[in-house]
């Protein structure tokens, strides 16, 4: 983050930055009356919005002298840049061997410097601004102090535009023009932001780094709306696929401003590029398409956090917890931090002190005293490269040597035993370079107790060198055994981990990190409304506080994220077949042949399928039962003089229930070989049923579907089933498929208009209505963890749909119409309308594997529990048995 940010702004200046303010000074007691004195190195571009106080303007600079000693004949002149700022005014000269001079507001009236400026007209001004600056310092409460630079900052901008000589091009046509500020660490930067049809411009008020900021339309490939000090004023924008740094961050005085210009960017680019959610990502990350580390930046991005926001910087695990061991063995589970606990719920010992602690707290009550990010926390990990923030943020000293970032072994042990570290790790423990583990610079951090001056960051004995270190660690990101894991510890930090109910005091030392508020409840989104408080005071400390204590992640997941899919499908052949002729035989069907047709969650895990047999059917309304290992037909059994639908066995295999185009269900009794009872409860063809917990779903074209409990009757012929209508769910055309998810919790419903509806089974409403398919939906079926839903219909195309929120996530164009399928949330397994079995990488849009099978389209698919067999039926009237082949 701030690595790569150096680095962009070009080593001269990264450098000039760091060495300037590593050696911050005083002179004599020049601090109590209000002057720091910056001693240089010998380079140019020597100021930098570090210099200023947090929370303070740069508004204006005017070229001067600095003279000293006038009249007497020592007189000396120093030729420079007088900066006005919101809190001091600073000097910086142009020899290089002088050192800036910065003098706070308050202590302007007591203080003799002459500056004579170039240009005599802006005196007036600038002495009247230094006045207006100065009552502002003397007002006694900060809020009111801030109140006021805010009303001055406003007035500026108010009287300013954007300067639009500074387009590209004339032809530019204006859309938007609106007063923000520029967001980097630890300082903003306002001005004013300009939107066009091509370009996305900022320019500074004070001119600072340079007087345009711009930025090429065409070149976005993401935004995102951000919360900043608590507000949601922030908009970030990145011209990078992958890249932890943003190309620009601005904060807006209003949320209209930011929305505004929100949609206007996105309005540009939704037509280069897509829209990424989190579900989209986790997707992806479930299939393997993207790595851990790519994974998480993506989390971070869509939670707020942000390179330029100290205070919302990107947060990463610790997942190494050996520092001790000469060879690092990601084999063994003890080489790794226990993912599914937070770093203050890891040593049990601590862990009590603090439930003891907790309980005892009057409201309001946390659980932690300290974030597991803030600035501190990122500058101590990056003080070696980026010393100038360190000093900023604490007024121009190091910490303590004994505290800073010494050693990968001590600080991990703290992170375990201190009472109040719990601190996470960054993303540049996971990257490539690894100069923030180097004292490159020389930096004077100080001695520690035991004399050793601090240098370089200690590594543990099986890193042969920083850049090892870093091997090392990012392979322990990607192995087995995070990638078995990692779900957890996004559950605690983005997920539904993160708030909670508070639970009763017998399960707080189990449940320790799954209550709300684990932390400071400021630290949370919506923990407060900085609008509702009236008080400036008020107003300035607490985001003082929030910005100093660090702010917890917006919320991604609210129910539990899945764990990686590790795909086990390697390839999908046909390597036999042969049909078996069929002859009538009374003889009972083997218990075997009748497994539960129930559609239960599936894993699709073969190397091989091979076609076993096939039978061969007649007459599209006779039901008739085949035996897989005689290969001969066991029953037969018309029940009308129009096509069966759908079929199914209930457990038990006592029982099979048929539906048909004449609008009835059939019962059928396998032990007594006859129909056992109908049901009449549709006005049109019954569609499909399914069978779930002693319920019975039907849909019809008569445009509803049903719930039914069903008790069924005594194993007698003359005692019939009972049935119940539970609800009614009603569409506006007819209804083709259903299915439900895994919990018997929601239904889902396509229609014969290409709509799919989702709906909530316990209250029968209706959750989502989705204009999906152009054309009848033929299937439809819920992953196993019930996040998505994949439909497939007559428009040649699978559906992805986010089932919490409704979006569609992804969508894949095929070749010809899928009739059926079977997957596993990552890998489909269809019949087509050829007859072909074809393998779908869903993500990647393609065919893995095509098998020939029917000479007619696949109308139905059915999968065992063990995921070893698959019986197709197609239009051919051929029923094919698909085995496993090892």
Not at 111 to 124: I, P, R, S
Not at 162 to 178: A, G, P, V, W
Not at 832 to 850: A, F, H, M, N, T
Request: net charge negative; charged share 20%; aromatic share 10%.
């Amino acid at each position: 983050g701030l690595v790569h940010k150096q680095a962009s702004c070009g080593v001269e200046q990264a450098l000039v930055h760091r060495k300037c303010r590593s050696v911050v000074g005083e002179e004599g007691n020049a601090s109590s009356e209000g002057i720091h004195w910056v001693a240089q190195p010998c380079f140019k571009n020597m100021f930098s919005l570090l210099l200023l106080n947090l929370e303070e303007y740069y508004f204006e600079q005017h070229t001067a002298n600095h003279i000293i000693n006038k009249g007497c004949r020592d007189e000396r002149k120093f030729r420079g840049s007088l900066k006005i700022c919101s809190k001091s005014i600073i000097f910086e000269p142009d020899d290089n061997i002088q050192p800036i001079i910065k003098v706070s507001s308050a202590n302007l009236l007591f203080l003799e410097h002459l500056f004579q400026l170039d240009v005599a007209g802006k005196l007036g001004d600038v002495v009247q601004t230094l006045h207006q600056l100065y009552r502002a310092s003397c007002l006694d409460k900060m809020g009111d102090q801030a109140a006021m630079i805010t009303a001055i900052l406003q007035s500026r901008l108010a009287r300013t535009s954007f300067d639009k000589n500074r387009f590209q091009s004339i032809s530019e046509t204006l859309h938007m023009e609106c007063k923000a500020e520029m967001v980097t660490p630890l300082v903003t930067n306002p001005g004013h932001v300009c939107v066009t049809d091509a370009n996305l411009y900022f320019q500074p008020l004070n001119g600072y780094p340079k007087p345009v900021v711009q930025i090429t339309l065409q070149n976005v490939r993401r935004i995102y709306k951000r919360r900043h000090g608590l507000m949601p004023l922030g908009l970030e924008v990145f011209c990078t696929e992958n890249d932890l740094c943003s190309d620009i961050y601005l904060k807006f005085y209003n949320c209209q401003d930011r929305d505004e210009l929100y949609y206007l960017i996105a309005t540009y680019i939704e037509n280069h590029i897509t829209e990424h959610t989190a579900e989209s990502y986790m997707l992806q990350w479930q299939r393997g398409h993207l790595s851990n580390y790519q994974y998480l930046l993506h989390l971070n991005n869509l939670a707020d956090r942000s390179c330029n926001d100290l205070s919302q910087y990107p947060v990463f695990p610790w997942i190494i917890a050996d520092y001790s061991s000469s060879v690092l063995d990601l084999t063994k589970p003890e080489t790794f931090r226990d993912l599914s606990k937070p770093i203050g719920a890891l040593n049990k010992e601590r862990l009590d002190r603090l439930l003891t602690r907790y309980q005892e707290m009057p409201e309001p009550k946390f659980m932690y005293g300290s974030h597991y990010s803030s600035p501190g926390y990122v500058l101590f990990y990056l003080v070696r490269v980026a010393p100038e923030y360190m000093l900023c943020l604490q007024n121009g000293k190091f910490d303590h040597a004994d505290r800073m970032f010494n050693s990968l072994a001590e600080t991990w042990k703290n992170c375990l035993d201190g009472a109040t570290d719990f601190k996470e790790l960054i993303p540049e423990f996971y990257e490539n370079d690894s100069s923030f583990l180097v004292n490159s610079l020389k930096l004077d951090l100080g001695k520690r107790q035991g004399g050793k001056m601090v240098e370089d960051v200690e590594l543990p004995p099986w890193a042969s060198g920083p850049d090892d270190f870093l091997q090392k660690s990012q392979e322990a990101l990607e192995s087995q055994y995070v990638s078995e894991h990692l779900h957890e510890w996004i559950d605690i930090i983005f997920g539904y981990k993160q708030k909670g109910n508070e639970p009763s005091v017998s399960t707080l030392y189990k449940y320790a990190f799954f209550f709300f508020p684990v932390f400071h409840p400021l630290t949370y989104e919506g923990g407060v409304d900085l609008n509702s408080i009236m008080d400036p005071n008020e107003k300035v400390a607490l985001l003082t506080q929030i910005l100093e204590f660090g702010q917890t992640p917006k919320q991604l997941f609210t129910i539990p994220h899945p764990r990686r899919i590790i795909p086990k499908l390697k390839s999908l052949s046909r390597t036999s077949s042969h049909s078996v002729s069929i002859t009538e035989s009374p003889v009972s069907p083997n218990e075997e042949s009748f497994e539960d047709l129930t559609e239960e969650s599936i894993t699709l895990a073969w190397n091989n399928i091979v076609l076993l047999f096939s039978f061969h059917s007649q007459n599209y309304s006779t039901l008739k039962m085949f035996s897989k290992e005689s290969k001969t037909i066991q029953r037969s059994v018309s029940f009308s003089n129009m096509a069966l639908s759908s079929c199914l066995i209930l457990p038990g295999d006592t029982t099979v229930i048929s539906s048909s185009w004449d609008n009835h269900i059939y019962f059928y009794s396998v032990a007594f070989g006859r129909r056992h009872d109908i049901l009449m409860g549709h006005d049109d063809a019954v569609s499909k049923i399914c069978w779930r917990d002693g319920r019975l779903y039907s849909a019809s074209w008569d445009s509803t579907v049903k719930v039914w409990h069903c008790v069924p009757g005594e194993t007698l012929s003359n005692k019939k089933n009972h049935f119940e209508l539970l609800a009614e769910l009603e569409h506006d055309v007819s209804v083709n498929t259903i299915n439900l998810n895994s919990a018997n919790t929601m239904l889902a419903s396509g229609t014969k208009e290409g709509t799919i509806n989702v709906w909530d089974v316990t209250t029968a409403v209706v959750l989502h209505q989705l204009p999906c398919h152009s054309g009848t939906v033929f299937d439809a079926a819920f992953s196993p963890d019930s996040r998505h839903l994949l439909s497939t219909g007559e428009d040649c195309c699978f559906k992805v749909i986010d089932v919490q929120t409704g979006m569609l996530i992804s969508s894949v164009t095929t070749d010809e119409p899928q009739r059926c399928f079977r997957w596993d949330g990552n890998t489909i397994l269809s019949g087509s309308q050829s007859g072909d079995l074809l393998i779908w990488d869903l993500l990647g849009g393609k065919v893995i594997e095509r098998i020939k099978g029917h000479t007619g389209a696949v109308t139905s698919m059915w999968m065992n529990e063990q995921c070893n067999s698959v019986i197709t039926g197609g239009e051919d009237k051929q029923i094919m048995f698909w085995k496993l082949q090892y």
